[in-house]
T-cell receptor, first 115, second 111 residues
Framework: DADVTQTPRNRITKTGKRIMLECSQT?????MYWYRQDPGLGLRLIYY???????NKGEISDGYSVSRQAQAKFSLSLESAIPNQTALYFC??????????????FGPGTRLTVL | AQSVSQHNHHVILSEAASLELGCNYS??????LFWYVQYPGQHLQLLLK??????LVKGIKGFEAEFIKSKFSFNLRKPSVQWSDTAEYFC?????????FGTGTRLQVFP
């Protein structure tokens, strides 16, 4: 009964390949986020979206793009993958209207390895 | 600039020891503060949160945190840790509609 799902869960690819990571949620939240996690660096925000027509860059958006296909779907693309994009990627959602301002709910993560 | 500092990068404890993980933040506005936990191989889960009111916040699994505004701190505590508390712990603060995370503290608890 996962509320936030990510596909694939693991992916190994080669330098220069295009990769898409997908995130879906059944929580009905408007806000969605993509983070990457690297050892010793914590979570860093790549992109975020407050609704279908609103996309914003995070602190490390270079080399990434996103698409908000619907309220429930937010995809992250690596147009031409490079080895330093090897990381654990998390999708998250939040709901401004719930009263729990900015509490975020995370998906299970996608482990991406770029060779 | 908004930031979160977690000074303890790696903590090793024996079961039943007390735990305190430090978190300091830098943010000029009204703060909402969070502690998330990531068990090995799993995603982040919310441990506790502070929005307003009582600065001593109680969370799940016996964890608590105290918001000290004058010190810009939100330290996480647990009186007696268990082996199952082995995980990575992240402090986070709201900042302009985004969460800013600290770099995390890895906790290892040995039986």
């Amino acid at each position: 009964d996962a509320d936030v799902t990510q596909t694939p869960r693991n992916r190994i690819t080669k330098t220069g390949k295009r990769i898409m990571l997908e995130c879906s949620q059944t929580k009905g939240h408007d806000r969605m986020y993509w983070y990457r996690q690297d050892p010793g660096l914590g979570l860093r925000l790549i992109y975020y979206s407050f609704d279908v027509k609103d996309i914003n860059k995070g602190e490390i958006s270079d080399g990434y793009s996103v698409s908000r296909q619907a309220q429930a779907k937010f995809s992250l693309s690596l147009e031409s993958a490079i080895p330093n994009q090897t990381a654990l990627y998390f999708c998250a959602t939040s709901d401004l209207g719930s009263g729990s301002w900015n509490e975020q709910f995370f998906g299970p993560g996608t482990r991406l390895t770029v060779l | 600039a908004q930031s979160v500092s977690q000074h303890n990068h790696h903590v090793i404890l024996s079961e039943a020891a007390s735990l305190e993980l430090g978190c300091n933040y830098s943010y000029g506005g009204t703060v909402n503060l969070f502690w998330y936990v990531q068990y090995p191989g799993q995603h982040l889960q919310l441990l506790l949160k502070y929005f307003s009111g009582d600065p001593l916040v109680k969370g799940i699994k016996g964890f608590e945190a105290e918001f000290i505004k004058s010190k810009f701190s939100f330290n996480l505590r647990k009186p007696s840790v268990q082996w199952s508390d082995t995980a990575e712990y992240f402090c986070a603060v709201n900042g302009a509609d985004k969460l800013i995370f600290g770099t995390g503290t890895r906790l290892q608890v040995f039986p």
